[in-house]
């Protein structure tokens, strides 16, 4: 069975949840679907690696959590960028764009 | 900021896990119940939509571990669990585990106390001084035959080296003396003085805890007497209640009245350590008065008697200052010319760590090497003794390592346990070896203040340290040894590949027996040389009743025509006493040494002899009876020519062989054999009452008694509650004559015995200290095997052997190890003999019985560490033995 492979490529899920929170902020369900529906499916989130890579980013600095009660009494902890994390979402997607040129110009140069 | 916040979180989570893991577990049902919900928008049933979500996710309980398992408070909650298994462990073993908490404070707390003392005289300024790093000694050197040797110096070449200003910024000389003062209750004692420049404790940069110093304070103030003293503050505290008290007031030294101007700090104790307490400094102008020496100059080129201690002139090297100085010495060297002449050199060096020990390269350096020799043999037996408790554990704990491995733990993770516990034993094992290391320090610092021995934290930290890594480092091995063999390896059968595990161990113990020898010899020998020469004195049975006075003679002998001798009046009026059967005069200590050669009927060899000076009616008074012929009488005194002796009975018998000897003559010889003397034996008393030396026979001769310093009274009574009322006596038939010790034999006695046994007691608790710690190593080693090879003891009972061949066999091996580490250890005891001849002079005769006794001690001790625990192997019953595996 030949199905395409919708891993988030290794590395770079930190930048994905930080450019998705850079829009508003949400909690991590709607970050993984934002992620999806953004990639149009191209990437589908592993939610278990998600929720520690919010956890780990949190600790770092990177996102503020705050606990808000939903409509059906549940409690939903909803993330948001700080400017830590604005500055390194910078620092990652910079990275990301030189090399993915970089990768980019090797692919033209083979054709 | 960013460290804040992981530390603030862990904190968090640590302390509260309840609301973490509620927090885990909301996020995550959150994200559930959001997903369930957008997979029920697309059409699913509710039912299915839960589980899809589920699907999706994993199972809830994982999602929200693996969120808690990020950050450090998950290491330090491991770490929580690995010291809980570890302290459940030490709780089924308490034994082995208070062994080796014990052995590392035995060894921690040992080593670190000597260190530090070793340090404090080394490392540090000397007691009360406050900055040494300029401060030097320039050491006068006579070039001897034998080589070089230290002398004192006269004034005017002291002067010289205070006139090298570009080298010395200050120089100060001292001369040490004793002198006579009254205690508070009036007795006569002793006190050591130091006779200083004014500048002495300028120079030092000492300041004096209270009053002003001397009045003059130049190096060459020294025109007009001045009578004042600076005095210890141990003086002061005993004469004077206290060191504010001591100012002002007036202590006679050698009858002459000086007044305090000073207190100098605490322990403070002149320029050279020495475990003689220095009590008071006086100026040098002072000196002819205090010593009743008008006649002769201090200054005069004759009268060398001054040690010198310098300030170098910043940036000055020692080679520098010490060439400068050697152009002094070889100017007096030209210009002080005698008959024996040798020539003189000097040097510099510096002040600190300088004993007052004598020689020139400094013995001290040979007693530091030897001390910080032992102390590492201590530490080394510290640490094998350990670390074979600890391979022992590990090999025994072999199946329980194998069920963990079974159960899916990783080597690292079993390894990362085994250190736990090493560490936590180590740290117990440093920290109440630090308290014993305290307790220590604060003992030597009242009992030794001559040395500075604050607790030294430097040294503490590094045996801490050492001692850590040491046990770290012994625990990595069993526990990668441990963890080596396969699951299934360990979990079939727990002996084999034992052997060679217990071949580390093996020879873990018998270089801990190595290292235990050398030890116990040397502390052995120090024991049996500072108890030489203490046997009983003849007459021991009459001690309590014969008092010895000791009078100070030095005062007398300084100025022999102006005082008349009033000894003999002393003696007299004594003896005029009820209760006092008789006085003598007693000469302490040999005469010197003959050769001795009979005359007459047995041709025999040459004897070396010792005299031994003893007056008239000496043995009658010790009640020691004379065998045969009679006791000196006054007449043998003046006997002329033929001289007379009193020989012990063995000695006559070795002499003269059966023939009574009783009138037989015997030639002296000198050294190159010609006859000096001739001598007629008069008397014969028994041996065994008389010899307390065993090197030599003694030969009594006829005591003449020119000078007496010591008078021997004997009494009807026990002496013991006479001695004021003697004291009182001799004061005033003789008020100017100082009484340095009035005692009864028995009380000397006992004083000696006193020190003997403080001296040797801390040299017998090292040895004991180490034998112990070797056998307990010992002991595992054979409680260890006999347990890991019960199943080959059971087949062997099974097969017929006897409970008595089994624990032979154990015992055997055991007794072997021990033997193996005794050879091993020959050489390195043969080293610290070496080194313990150069601070005593070893009679090598006592060596061999020493060895002996040590071996068999050592020997002994081994036989009942491995014969206990050997017996276990009589009680296994094959039965069980065989069933349990």
């Given amino acids: 069975m030949d199905q395409a492979n919708t891993d988030v490529i290794q590395g770079t899920m930190d930048m994905l949840i930080l450019k998705t929170l850079s829009l508003q902020p949400m909690h991590g369900y709607g970050i993984a679907r934002r992620i999806e529906q953004i990639s149009r499916g191209v990437f589908k989130v592993n939610p278990g690696s998600l929720l520690t890579a919010l956890q780990r980013l949190e600790r770092a600095g990177w996102l503020d959590a705050q606990w808000k009660q939903t409509e059906n009494s549940r409690r939903a902890k909803v993330y948001s960028l700080t400017r830590a994390g604005r500055k390194q979402l910078r620092t990652e997607a910079d990275d990301w764009t030189r090399r993915v040129s970089a990768v980019a110009r090797l692919l033209d140069a083979e054709a | 900021m960013n460290l804040w916040r992981q530390a603030t979180y862990g904190l968090r989570s640590l302390f509260n896990r309840e609301a973490a893991n509620l927090d885990a577990q909301d996020e995550v049902s959150h994200y559930l119940a959001q997903s369930a919900a957008a997979h029920e928008a697309q059409g699913l049933s509710p039912e299915e939509a839960q589980r899809a979500a589920r699907l999706e996710l994993g199972g809830p309980t994982n999602a929200a571990e693996q969120i808690r398992g990020y950050g450090w408070e998950n290491v330090v909650k491991h770490i929580a669990g690995d010291v809980r298994y570890a302290v459940r462990h030490f709780a089924r073993t308490p034994l082995t585990t208070v062994t080796i908490v014990l052995t590392l404070t035995l060894g921690i707390g040992a080593v670190a106390s000597m260190f530090s003392v070793i340090d404090g005289v080394f490392n540090r300024p000397a007691p009360g001084v ?12 006579r070039v001897e035959q034998a080589g070089p040797r230290l002398r004192t110096m006269a004034w005017p070449e002291v002067t010289e080296y205070a006139a090298l200003t570009a080298r010395f910024a200050a120089v100060a000389a001292w001369t040490s003396r004793s002198v006579i ?17 004014p500048n002495f404790f300028a120079t030092f940069g000492i300041t004096l805890v209270t009053g002003p110093g001397f009045v003059r304070k130049g190096f060459k103030d020294l025109a007009e007497p001045e009578l004042t003293a600076v005095v210890s503050q141990s003086f002061a505290a005993r004469r004077f209640g206290g060191a504010l008290n001591a100012v002002g007031k007036e202590v006679k030294l050698n009858g002459i009245a000086v007044r305090v101007v000073g207190v100098a700090p605490r322990a403070f104790n002149g320029p050279i350590q020495s ?33 010198v201690l310098a300030r170098l002139q910043p940036g000055v090297a020692h080679e520098t200052a010490t060439a400068a ?3 002094v010495a070889s100017s007096v060297d030209a210009d002080f010319r005698s008959a024996d002449r040798l020539p003189m050199r000097s040097d510099v060096v510096p002040l600190r760590g300088t004993m007052d020990l004598g020689g020139i390269d400094g013995e001290s350096l040979a007693l530091s090497a030897m001390a910080g020799v032992i102390a590492l043999l201590i530490l080394a037996v510290c640490t094998t003794t350990v670390s074979s408790l600890l391979l022992g554990a590990a090999v025994a704990r072999r199946q329980e390592i194998g069920v963990r491995l079974a159960l899916g733990a990783s080597r690292a993770r079993i390894i990362r ?26 003992l030597l610092a009242t009992q030794l203040i001559h040395v500075d021995v604050a607790p ?42 034992a052997t060679s595990r217990s071949r580390l161990q093996r020879t873990f113990v018998v270089a801990q027996i190595a290292l235990t020898q050398p030890l116990l010899i040397a502390l052995a020998m120090a024991i049996s040389v500072t108890l030489h020469g203490f046997g009983p004195r003849p007459g021991s049975s009459i001690g309590d009743s014969v008092v010895l006075a000791d009078f100070e003679s030095d005062i007398r002998e300084s100025q022999p025509a102006q005082t008349h001798d009033p000894i003999p009046g002393v003696m007299r009026r004594i003896a005029s006493l009820p209760g006092v059967v008789r006085v003598l005069p007693q000469r302490t200590g040999y005469g010197g040494t003959l050769h001795l050669t009979p005359v007459g009927p047995v041709p025999g060899g040459v004897f070396k002899v010792l005299t031994v000076p003893v007056p008239v009616d000496y043995f009658r008074t010790l009640d020691v009876p004379v065998a045969r012929g009679r006791e000196f009488t006054a007449a043998d005194l003046s006997a002329g020519a033929l001289g007379r002796v009193i020989l012990a009975s063995d000695d006559a018998t070795r002499l003269f062989g059966p023939v009574s000897p009783i009138g037989q003559r015997l030639h002296s010889l000198s050294p190159a054999g010609q006859r000096v003397a001739e001598l007629e034996v008069v008397g014969v008393v028994s041996s065994g009452q008389v010899s307390d030396n065993e090197e030599l026979p003694e030969v009594f001769v006829p005591y003449t008694a020119e000078r007496i310093d010591v008078v021997l009274i004997r009494t009807t009574e026990p002496a013991a509650p006479l001695l004021s009322a003697l004291r009182a006596v001799i004061q005033a038939e003789a008020p100017k004559l100082p009484i340095v010790k009035m005692e009864t034999l028995d009380q000397a006695d006992r004083a000696r015995r006193k020190v003997v046994l403080q001296a040797s007691g801390l040299a017998a608790a090292a040895g004991m200290v180490a034998l112990f710690m070797a056998s307990i190593g010992l002991y595992a080693v054979v409680a260890i095997a006999v347990g890991q090879r019960r199943r080959e003891i059971g087949v062997r009972v099974a097969v017929g052997a006897t409970p008595r061949q089994v624990v032979g066999m154990f015992f055997n091996s055991g007794l072997r190890l021990s033997l193996i580490g005794l050879l091993i250890g020959l050489p390195l005891s043969a080293a610290a003999l070496r080194i313990l001849d150069v601070e005593f002079e070893i009679q090598w005769m006592t060596v061999p019985a020493i060895a002996l006794a040590v071996g068999a001690v050592v020997v002994a001790v081994a036989s009942l560490a491995t014969w206990l625990p050997a017996r276990r192997a009589a009680g296994v019953d094959p039965l069980i033995a065989l069933r349990a595996e």
């Fill in chain 2, 130 to 141: 406050p900055d040494d790093r300029s401060l030097v000694r320039i050491r006068g050197i």
């Fill in chain 2, 181 to 197: 003062t009254a205690s508070r209750d009036g007795a006569v004692e002793e006190a050591n003085v130091q006779f200083v420049s």
């Fill in chain 2, 275 to 307: 475990y003689d307490a220095r009590e008071l400094w006086l100026p040098l102008s002072s000196y002819p008065l205090v010593m009743s020496s008008i006649g002769q100059s201090f200054a005069s080129r004759d009268s060398s008697m001054f040690m």
């Fill in chain 2, 325 to 327: 100085a050697n152009v």
């Fill in chain 2, 417 to 442: 346990q085994l250190l736990t516990e090493n560490t936590i034993l180590a740290i117990s094992g440093a920290a109440f070896g630090l308290l014993i290391f305290g307790w220590v320090v604060r």
């Fill in chain 2, 456 to 497: 030294n934290w430097t040294t503490a930290g590094f045996t801490v340290s050492f001692a850590m890594v040491t046990a770290l480092i012994c625990g990595l091995s069993p526990a990668l040894h441990a963890t080596r063999a396969g699951v299934a390896d360990v979990l079939k059968d727990g002996t084999r590949g």
